[in-house]
């Protein structure tokens, strides 16, 4: 049993920057991939970023992309993203998420189908 836990949200004003991490148990946290996902009310659920398993490479989306990183500590099973410059586009529950096969990466990162572990989400709310 997967078992995914967001932390770092809150509120922040504008230019601000918050640290989301989300701690994994239940797999063998190196193996798999891990995105960031995020959904405003009112709006469907869209990535944010992703990294790969071993290689770490990094994907974002253009929303994103210069503002956030994302990164992972095998040691500690713990996958963060580092966001800076905040925006009020940027408020939303943000959703960690496992890959669903181990040793997998690439483009299907940036899918929300492609994960089938979700943490529970934590809000971040960015206000003027």
């Known amino acids: 049993q997967v078992h995914l836990v967001e932390s770092g949200g809150g509120l922040v004003q504008i230019g601000g920057s918050l640290r989301l991490s989300c701690t994994a148990s239940g797999r063998t946290f190196e193996k798999y991939s891990m995105g960031w996902f995020r959904q405003a009310p009112g709006k469907e659920r869209e990535f944010v970023a992703a990294i790969s398993y071993i290689s770490q490479i990094t994907y974002y989306s253009d929303s994103v992309k210069g503002r956030f990183t994302i990164s992972r500590d095998n040691n500690r099973s713990t996958l963060y993203l580092q966001m800076n410059s905040l925006n009020p586009e940027d408020t939303a529950v943000y959703y960690c998420?496992?890959?669903?096969?181990?040793?997998?990466?690439?483009?299907?990162?940036?899918?929300?189908?492609?994960?089938?572990?979700w943490g529970q989400g934590t809000q971040v709310t960015v206000s003027s």
């Open positions: 998420a496992q890959y669903g096969q181990a040793n997998h990466g690439g483009s299907y990162l940036r899918e929300a189908e492609s994960y089938d572990s």
